[in-house]
């Protein structure tokens, strides 16, 4: 079941928003979103987000969503959202990293450890290890938008996609109370696509984007069915002096909001704007750099962390998450969630955390060991981060060796260890300029501690490569038989030689022949033998 | 082995051992050496093959084109370089910014044992540079790194033009599956151990480190780099790594593929039996040829391409070398597992010809057996000798010059590094020079070491004593040697060419000075000397005697720094192993 599931929200995501569009569901309601984000480093983030609200009554036990050809499938139960993503869910990442503090994850590897792996290990006895229970989904046949026509889905062209530096796609489902009471409930489904264009790669070292330049295509028209569609782009200037982006044709409205914990600035186009498109047949919205950023280190969040696995050979390893607070001079509080597979022996005692050269006590530990074959190991950890420090997790493991039907087809590629989730309160960006306390009220200082000063943030790091010792599958039979009959055969008699002691015994009467030879010798008068 | 418990048969065996034994000690030995030399030979080297699937056709198009930028940026590095007279960290960090990289710096610092002469270094602090490209849509759980080593002088800074121009042609490629680490060190092979313990997060050798700030998961190969002229006559290809390792065979296959495909020149030094014989001694060794040796230790597959511009008409560019580097990397990006198909074992007549272990192994196991053969016959003969008389009372002998020859052992490793403060205190002489000259002083003090024990020795069984000793010498000797041909075959082989017939040989009765003279010239040291002056008569650049002397003197001084430095086994094992176990047939010998 596990395994169907990534598969049939695939099916979902490559029908999905252009079903939308063709369909006509009965009472549905269809928004859809473009916020584009130009990053300080030149590349240009663009996340769609499609919401589609669902008026109909779904069955309790097991929920089947019909969606034109499309179906998904939910084991959890009805009142249990469902959220799956091809890198860590979005509502952790509104904006689409292209910074190395956050990691994007393979389709194949996150569908394995969001879905597939994670419930593998749970799962029962009969169940092989290995990603060869897993279905691996070949990364080309991701998106294909042979469907799409109207709206922004038109921005979506495969072959633009894949010239970018990340890419996330995300499909979440949860019930949303229909009334006040909620006598009834309705069915939203949240898709979303991230992707980042590389300077480098797509805008060939330039760094002004156009939305043909992105997607080689221009928005020509509004989804017929949907109730809402609107490009933001993100307009926030970055330094005091003066405007660093511009951004053609300029924009009817903005609209500003704190978005992690910095203020930003966003133009908005909307499609249903009949002046919008009806002026020139279609919309490229272009954005020029007035002074184009420096080649310089991007700026660092606030939280960021690290995790590798470290040792040599293939006896033993050390897993270290590095978790820094840039912070300074606030420390904040970080829960750190460890999920390790069960061939990777942990030694708990071996944890330490050390921060600034110190230890560092969690305040809360849960750890849940592993069993063979049957649940990965789990540590959740509560960890307070001193300001402007890096903080040092680690562990110990040592490396198990599989029954040999174990080993995935590829057992020299490595296994996989999934991500460590980190879920933190961050101090915001906002509450840390001194600048901005200068603008505010006056009154601001009597509440220092306001609703925006911290913003939730959930952190993925980098999932794991780790070889475990691996046996020469090429030749097993010839090799094992060989040596085990030589070592048997030349042990087996040498053990003899060394253990036995050996008498020469002169026979005292000899065999039957010489005693009939004997006779004969006697009755000739011959001396016998 | 029916033949062995019949009694009758047993002793029929036993006398044709004896009686046979020195026909067949020569027999044997004869055999292993002509089995070495047969392996050039077509029926026991076979051609290479690729083994791994995924790299097995050369069909990608190579677009490097930017020979006029590497020029171009190994003229700024070396202008950099020389201005500043240190590695131009600020301008390397500028320039792999500007070509898209994420770029990271770490710092090092090492205190050597005692002052290197040869590369003129004591206290080294330095610099790593690194940039990573970050694989688009991946997760970074592999890397692959091209590297390059820079030393105090100014050479290779064309390595480091061409090593810039790749990245800013490899940036622009939406290919990559593997991130690709672009890693410029300084101090050469110290900056390359100090950035790979710190990328491991381990500490083998003492070193101290800046912790890395960026990572790019497992490494899956790596190629070092070493070029100092803007146009090449070929390329060589340095595999021997840390204590014999050798990289995974299909990794030489790569770059010997990319060679025939761009028409490029690729060599191993010398011809049929010469490459051979310098892979041997490459091997034995154990140091690092190239900072790739040190990756190996990781299990990371790895070597170098050292650029040769002789006087030979046709040269090529860097185009060429950063096309073939280019491919290699394009090929190694496709790789699904660890290279792991091919032989991690095997020797080399030729880049296109191996020899693999089931083949080469049979010429030590020869060596070997003679020592087998040899421990046979006398233990049969203590074991004749022993029928007759009674336990005669007192310690049998063999067990009392084993403690001091391995306290012998122990003090050449421990003292000359741990004294060399006290040797300048009180002789006029530098660090390094005190650390040889007590090595070489712990050395021959053992020689003596027989007239010290001899006076604790019962003299009351005067052939067994000498003969149970030589049986648990000769078996000692056999068990290291067998341990070292397993891991390091070279090695093996050249101390059992040396080692066994003298060992053999040894015995208190006979030509006394003879047999000492011959132990002594194949002691391991007099073997480690003979070495130096094969090395250099087969690079065809042959030694006088006051220079091999010389080069012997800071081959010690190497052998030891590079233990300290880079975890080297040659010296633990010979101070530890091989020299008292010498030391006990030097004991034979004297045994009155």
Redesign the interface.
């Known amino acids: 079941m596990a395994a169907a599931m990534p598969l049939a929200l695939l099916v979902l995501l490559l029908l999905g928003p252009g079903g939308w569009c063709l369909a006509e569901p009965p009472r549905d309601s269809l928004r859809e979103e473009l916020v584009i984000t130009p990053l300080p480093s030149g590349d240009v983030a663009a996340t769609f987000q499609f919401r589609t609200r669902w008026d109909s009554e779904l069955q309790r036990e097991g929920v089947w969503i019909n969606l034109g050809r499309s179906s998904v499938m939910s084991s959890q139960g009805s009142s249990a959202p469902l959220s799956t993503s091809s890198t860590p869910p979005t509502q952790s990442l509104p904006l689409p990293p292209s910074n190395p503090w956050v990691w994007p994850m393979t389709l194949t590897t996150t569908f394995c450890a969001m879905l597939c792996c994670r419930g593998r290990w749970s799962a029962p006895k009969t169940s092989p290890p290995g990603r060869s229970s897993c279905p691996v989904v070949p990364r080309a046949s991701l998106i294909s938008f042979h469907l799409l026509q109207a709206g922004l889905s038109v921005l979506l062209k495969a072959d633009r996609l894949f010239h970018t530096s990340y890419h996330s796609q995300a499909v979440h489902i949860r019930p949303v109370c229909r009334n006040a009471r909620c006598t009834s409930i309705s069915w939203e489904l949240r898709q979303t696509l991230s992707v980042v264009f590389d300077a480098f790669i797509t805008g060939q070292g330039k760094k002004d984007w156009s939305l043909f330049r992105m997607f080689s295509r221009t928005l020509t028209e509004p989804c017929p069915l949907a109730s809402e569609s609107r490009v933001y782009v993100d307009i926030t200037t970055y330094n005091q002096d003066n405007e660093t982006l511009e951004v053609h044709p300029p924009p009817t409205t903005t609209y500003q909001d704190v978005i992690l914990g910095t203020r930003k600035t966003y133009a908005i186009y909307d499609l249903l704007d009949t002046a919008m498109i009806n002026n020139s047949r279609n919309l490229n919205i272009q954005l020029k750099w007035k002074r184009p950023p420096e080649n310089e280190a991007p700026p660092v969040p606030f939280l960021h962390a690290q995790r590798y696995v470290s040792g040599y050979g293939l006896q033993k390893g050390e897993l270290s998450t590095l978790l820094y607070n840039t912070h300074p001079y606030r420390a904040f509080p970080v829960l750190l969630l460890d999920t390790v597979p069960w061939y990777l022996r942990l030694y708990v005692h071996t944890l330490t955390i050390t921060s600034k050269g110190k230890e560092n006590k969690p305040s809360y530990i849960h750890y849940q060991p592993a069993q063979d074959r049957l649940q990965p190991h789990l540590l959740e950890m509560l960890i307070q981060l001193p300001a402007n420090s890096v903080t040092k997790v680690s562990i110990q493991f040592e490396r198990a060796l599989l029954k040999w039907t174990e080993y995935t087809p590829d057992p020299n590629h490595g296994f996989y260890v999934s991500p460590s989730v980190l879920s933190a309160l961050v101090p915001s960006m906002v509450a840390a300029k001194p600048v901005d306390w200068e603008e505010s009220p006056l009154f601001n200082s009597l509440f220092p501690v306001s609703d925006g000063s911290n913003y939730f943030v959930r952190l993925y790091t980098e999932p794991l490569l780790v070889n475990l010792p691996t046996p020469d599958f090429s030749m097993p039979y010839n090799v094992i038989c060989l040596t085990c009959t030589v070592v048997a055969v030349c042990y087996g008699s040498f053990y003899n030689l060394l253990t036995r002691t050996f008498h020469i015994e002169e026979p005292r009467t000899g065999g039957l022949a010489k005693r009939l030879a004997n006779l004969i010798r006697r009755a000739r008068g011959v001396p016998p033998l | 082995?029916g033949l062995?418990?019949d009694?009758v048969r047993r002793r029929a065996l036993a006398r044709l051992v004896l009686r046979l034994n020195a026909p067949l000690c020569v027999l044997s030995y004869v055999a292993g050496i002509a089995w070495f030399l047969a392996l050039v030979f077509p029926p026991l080297t076979q051609r290479t093959y690729m083994s791994e699937n995924a790299m097995g056709s050369t069909m990608v198009e190579e677009q490097f084109a930017g020979g006029d930028r590497a020029r171009a940026f190994a003229r700024d590095f070396a202008a950099h370089r020389k201005k500043s007279g240190a590695l131009p960290v600020a301008w390397l960090e500028?320039t792999m910014?500007?070509v898209?990289l994420?770029?990271y710096t770490q710092s090092f610092s090492r205190k050597l044992p005692f002052p290197d002469e040869t590369h003129e270094r004591y206290m080294v602090s330095g610099t790593n540079v690194y940039g990573i490209l970050?694989a688009?849509?991946?997760?970074?759980?592999?890397s692959l790194v091209l590297t390059v080593p820079c030393g105090s002088d100014s050479t290779n800074s064309q390595a480091v033009g061409l090593l810039l121009a790749l990245a800013a042609h490899f940036?622009?490629?939406?290919y990559w599956a593997k991130d690709i680490v672009f890693l410029v060190t300084e101090h050469d092979l110290l900056g390359t151990e100090a950035w790979l313990e710190a990328y491991?997060?381990?500490n083998v050798t003492g070193m101290q480190s800046s912790p890395l700030q960026?990572?790019a998961?497992?490494i899956q190969a790596a190629v070092a780099l070493e070029l100092s002229s803007d146009v090449v006559t070929s390329l060589d290809v340095a595999v021997e790594g840390l204590n014999g390792q050798l990289p995974n065979l299909d990794l030489l296959n790569l770059f010997q593929t990319f060679c025939q495909k761009g028409g490029l020149l690729c060599t191993l030094q010398g011809k049929g039996l010469q490459t051979l014989l310098l892979m041997v001694l490459r091997q034995a060794s154990g140091r690092p040829h190239g900072s790739h040796g040190l990756f190996l230790?990781?299990?990371v597959e790895a070597l170098t391409l050292r650029g040769i511009n002789s006087f030979r008409q046709y040269k090529y560019d860097l185009v060429a070398v950063g096309k073939a580097l280019e491919g290699m990397f394009r090929k190694l990006n496709h790789l699904?597992?660890?290279l792991?198909?091919s032989f991690f074992l095997y020797l080399l007549p030729g880049l296109s010809r191996f020899v693999s272990i089931g083949l080469y192994m049979p010429a030590v196991g020869f060596l070997l057996l003679v020592l087998g053969l040899k421990a046979l016959e006398l233990w049969m003969q203590l074991h004749e000798a022993g029928m007759g008389l009674e336990e005669p009372g007192g310690a049998p002998g063999p067990s009392v010059p084993l403690p001091p020859s391995q306290a012998m052992g122990l003090a050449l490793y421990v003292l000359p590094v741990l004294g060399q403060h006290v040797a300048t205190q009180h002789f006029p002489v530098a660090e390094a020079e005190a650390v040889v000259l007590t090595l070489l002083a712990i050395y021959a003090a053992g020689l003596a070491l027989p007239h010290n024990t001899h006076r604790v020795v019962s003299t009351q069984a005067p052939d067994r004593g000498w003969m149970a000793l030589k049986l648990v010498a000769l078996i000692y000797l056999a068990l290291q040697l067998g341990c070292i041909a397993l891991t390091n075959f070279s090695l093996g082989f050249l101390l059992a060419t040396t080692m066994v017939p003298t060992a053999a040989l040894a015995k208190p009765h006979g030509p006394r000075t003879l047999y000492a003279a011959l132990l002594v010239l194949t002691s391991p040291a007099a073997t480690l000397l003979g070495s130096l002056f094969l090395w250099r008569e087969l690079q065809e650049a042959p030694l006088s005697l006051a220079e091999g002397w010389q080069l012997f003197l800071a081959a010690l001084a190497q052998g030891v720094l590079e233990h300290h430095t880079y975890g080297a086994l040659l010296f633990p094992l010979l101070s530890l192993g091989l020299y008292p176990c010498w030391l006990l047939f030097w004991n034979v010998l004297f045994w009155k």
């Open positions: 082995m062995l418990s009694p500028r910014r500007s898209g994420e770029v970050r688009p849509r991946a997760a970074s759980t592999e940036r622009g490629q939406i491991h997060d381990v960026g990572r998961g497992a230790r990781y299990r699904l597992e660890r792991h198909q």
